[in-house]
């Protein structure tokens, strides 16, 4: 049997974002969403999730970008003494390899992170990471005890399949630079195992969005839906409204989380989905 969940990131990133993941969810296929704890509309976003129950709401754990949940005195090797973050994947990436960031305050910081999300009302459905810097076995590792402090046992499982990484690039719907980073992440693919294992974590079987994203509209979703076989495959998403906000942020997803939006409400991709007799779940639905 064939199953998708479809995962909203960046939820409480802004409200235009917010506002992006509710419509899909709403109108479009979107079943799942990943929560920012240290989100600029982090309240906003609780709202929304409470006001729609079917939308399953894990946390979407952040060590890059944005200011830490933990006191910045605690975790002195990760975040300076204003409380940010590391700027950049690449910032923390220096820093995991070097070995100057210690693994308790790494702990430390995602287990305020849950802690906020529960505390403000919301049960975790799973957990993933932004930039998916749990493909390091250092943060994955810190990932699974931490979420399994608080009885989480479902995590994404972001490795993307080589044949449909090098099938949007022949399209022309992904940079080689993005594939050649999706493929280098496979190099962790066996220890990401071990670990989630150790740990009696479930996974999807399979995942679909690194190679779309920035790229994603509806002919990209259509295609991804056509490919989809047997088991359970997760797909990431980027909805928003671009909203003011949004664009004096960071990211660089902007005016693209729109068209992601308008694709993930189209009603041929949801015509798609019956056709190929698929079935939308979310994490909850993960056995």
């Not at 064939?2 to 802004?14: E, H, M, S």
């Not at 002195?76 to 308790?104: C, F, Q, T, V, Y």
């Not at 399949?161 to 693919?189: I, N, P």
């Not at 994203?213 to 259509?222: F, H, I, K, S």
Request: net charge positive; hydrophobic share 40%; proline share 3%.
């Amino acid at each position: 049997m064939k199953k998708l969940i479809v995962n909203a990131d960046d939820f409480g990133y802004t409200r235009g974002v917010n506002l992006g993941i509710i419509r899909g969810c709403q109108q479009g296929i979107v079943t799942s969403t990943t929560l920012m704890a240290n989100g600029n509309a982090f309240e906003d976003a609780v709202a929304c999730a409470k006001a729609n129950p079917q939308l399953g709401v894990g946390v979407h754990l952040v060590l890059v970008g944005g200011r830490c949940v933990a006191k910045p005195q605690e975790i002195r090797s990760l975040a300076d003494a204003e409380g940010n973050l590391p700027a950049s994947l690449g910032d923390l990436l220096r820093k995991l390899w070097a070995g100057s960031i210690e693994p308790n305050e790494i702990a430390c910081e995602l287990r305020a992170q849950i802690r906020r999300v529960i505390e403000a009302g919301i049960e975790p459905t799973h957990v993933d990471c932004h930039k998916h810097t749990h493909l390091q076995p250092q943060v994955m590792g810190q990932v699974a005890a931490v979420a399994g402090e608080f009885g989480i046992r479902r995590v994404r499982r972001p490795y993307e399949e080589f044949g449909t990484l090098f099938a949007f690039a022949a399209k022309g719907r992904a940079s080689l630079r993005r594939v050649a980073a999706a493929s280098l992440a496979h190099s962790t693919v066996a220890k990401f195992r071990r670990i989630a294992a150790a740990r009696n974590f479930r996974t999807p079987d399979h995942f679909l969005g690194v190679a779309a994203t920035g790229t994603l509209d509806r002919g990209a979703l259509l295609s991804m839906i056509s490919s989809i076989g047997e088991g359970v495959t997760e797909l990431m998403c980027h909805p928003g409204v671009c909203d003011a906000e949004l664009e004096q942020s960071a990211t660089r997803l902007k005016r693209q989380r729109e068209v992601e939006l308008e694709a993930l409400t189209d009603p041929a991709v949801r015509e798609g989905l019956k056709r190929q007799d698929i079935e939308l779940i979310d994490y909850r639905g993960l056995e």
